[in-house]
């Protein structure tokens, strides 16, 4: 019998070959791509026998599931009923949940909206509080003008008097010394009688000549003044 390679199919000893345990057929070590020397377990198989026992594996899996669906189908017919049931039931709990959930959350509203009323209420009490003191301070504030308006004009009329004080002290001052300088003055008054009145007369002349008979003789601005009395 001649022996040749499965995969290249040339004339292989079967001394050298590798030999396949199920269906005795003989392969090149370098058609299978392995070093030489390699060392190939006792049990080995070519690809043709690995790929038939993966297709009985796959059908008798296929055996299997078939099986489980079909066992898994009558499982759903029996439960059904249950499950429809306990559908049902879950909803109306998730109803009441949902109900509560909203019942609670309308309590938890009412009471915010009542502490908004509360705080609303309590901040015009405040703004009314402010209202007034501001009233009060601004009353005040008039009445301490007023105060002040007052007070700056008694200082005035202090002031006014305290000056009329002072300008009366310097007006009788003042007519004390005119009074001396005109004392002073009297002193060096001389009074003349018993001259006639002429027409055209030149008093100061006429006093000049008065000075040279008595022996004093007198300058023009020795004389300030000479009027008849």
Known sequence: MVNKCGICGKF?????????????GLYHQVCLKLS??????????????????????????SRMHSCADGHT??????????????????????????RAEMSSFRDELARI????????????????????LEDQLAARAMDEEVRMSTIEERLAVRG?????????????QLQTQLNDREQECF???????????????????????????????????DVVSVERS
Request: proline share 2%; glycine share 8%; net charge negative.
């Open 12 to 24: 292989i000893n079967p001394l050298d070959g590798i030999k396949c345990t199920k269906c005795d």
């Open 36 to 61: 030489p020397g390699h060392q190939v377990s006792s049990k080995w198989r070519c690809r043709s026998c690995k790929g038939n026992k993966l297709d009985n594996k796959g059908s008798s899996s």
């Open 73 to 98: 189908d009558d499982i759903r017919e029996d439960l059904s009923p249950l499950l429809q049931v306990s559908s049902g039931n879950m909803v109306e709990e998730v109803r009441q949940v949902i």
């Open 113 to 132: 909206c009542s502490t908004i009323s509360d705080f609303n209420n309590r901040a015009n009490a405040i703004e009314s509080r402010l209202s007034t």
């Open 160 to 172: 006014v008097r305290e000056e009329n004080v002072n300008l009366n002290g310097i007006i009788s």
């Open 187 to 221: 002193l060096c008054d001389v009074e003349i009688s018993g001259l006639e009145e002429r027409s055209g007369e030149n008093l100061i002349n006429m006093v000049s000549l008065i000075g040279k008979k008595l022996g004093v003789d007198l300058d023009d601005r």
